[in-house]
């Protein structure tokens, strides 16, 4: 298998209230003390957070860092599907922005990357995650045993969950 050169997202995805930029180096320490929030760091390890070769959006609310929005791609012809993950500050869980912000990197992965399908993988316990991932068309595929490692040492099943295009919500 020959190496393929990834394209970063090179330009902001825009939504109603919601716009996604190319992660960039100066939004990384607003991003590490978002994720050691105590609502956010339940569900996330809080390494720091560095600009990850074109692979994460920043989500701004008018010009504030909100959260992250992270993508992957499996490129394998054979395989190739693409992946989602996110986070938002406490201030702004419960109004539907993170749910708009995967709307539009699930759109983006789909037209702009060609992807047919996404995978996401929340902890089996946070069920507003999940319950997000549904409203828009995530659906379970199965529960991943002791998959993710917490900072106490002690192992969490994961839900891994997935899109196919044509299942994407409209808004």
């Given at each position: ?62 010009e504030e860092v909100a959260g992250w929005i992270g993508w992957h791609e499996e490129t394998d012809p054979d395989y190739r599907h693409g992946g989602l993950d996110v986070f938002l500050a406490p ?81």
């Amino acid at each position: 298998m020959s190496a393929v050169a990834r394209p970063v997202a090179d330009s902001a995805l825009l939504g109603e209230r919601v716009r996604l930029r190319p992660m960039r180096a100066e939004d990384a320490a607003v991003l590490n003390e978002i994720v050691r929030a105590p609502e956010v760091a339940r569900w996330w390890d809080a390494t720091d957070f560095t600009v990850d070769e074109g692979e994460a959006f920043t989500i701004l609310i008018g010009e504030e860092v909100a959260g992250w929005i992270g993508w992957h791609e499996e490129t394998d012809p054979d395989y190739r599907h693409g992946g989602l993950d996110v986070f938002l500050a406490p201030e702004f869980h419960g109004r539907g922005l993170g749910r708009e912000a995967l709307i539009l990197a699930a759109r983006w992965l789909f037209t702009e990357r060609g992807h047919h399908r996404l995978t996401i993988d929340p902890a089996v316990a946070n069920s507003r995650a999940i319950a997000t991932y549904e409203s828009i068309g995530f659906q379970p595929v199965g529960v991943m045993r002791r998959y993710e490692r917490a900072a106490d040492g002690t192992w969490h099943d994961g839900l891994l969950m997935d899109l196919l295009a044509e299942e994407l919500v409209s808004e």
